[in-house]
């Protein structure tokens, strides 16, 4: 099973800048959609955005668009989560995970495999 490993987490102030990173094992994954979920304290989890196996299509969702950028190095085997103008509602802990197939599933909810997550704090 592919394993996932964030990190690039932290705390920074409201306006500031993050870079995600997830790194996958195994040989397969260009062959995979890849997204990044967050979950903050006493919510459920949500989708925070999406890209395809090539990295020519992705997919945000309303909260995080304009701010936040999603790629990936298939070269390297690692997405990217660019989080820029962040704000105290985007603390949370974020997650990257593995689609099923080439392409993300919008709503979707079947995963090949989860990260352990990473720590976003932002203060006010």
């Known amino acids: 099973q592919v394993q996932l490993v964030e990190s690039g987490g932290g705390l920074v102030q409201a306006g500031g800048s993050l870079r995600l990173s997830c790194a996958a094992s195994?040989?397969?994954?260009?062959?995979?959609?890849m997204g990044w979920f967050r979950q903050a304290p006493g919510k459920e989890r949500e989708f925070v955005s999406a890209?395809?196996?090539?990295?020519?299509?992705?997919y945000y969702a309303d909260s995080v668009k304009g701010r936040f950028t999603i790629s990936r190095d298939n070269a390297k085997r690692t997405v990217y989560l660019q989080m820029n103008s962040l704000k105290p509602e985007d603390t949370a802990v974020y997650y990257c995970?593995?689609?099923?197939?080439?392409?993300?599933?919008?709503?979707?909810?079947?995963?090949?495999?989860w990260g352990q997550g990473t720590q976003v704090t932002v203060s006010s």
């Open positions: 995970a593995q689609y099923i197939s080439s392409w993300y599933a919008i709503g979707g909810n079947d995963f090949r495999s």
């Open positions: 195994g040989r397969t994954f260009s062959s995979y959609a």
């Open positions: 890209i395809n196996w090539s990295g020519d299509s992705t």
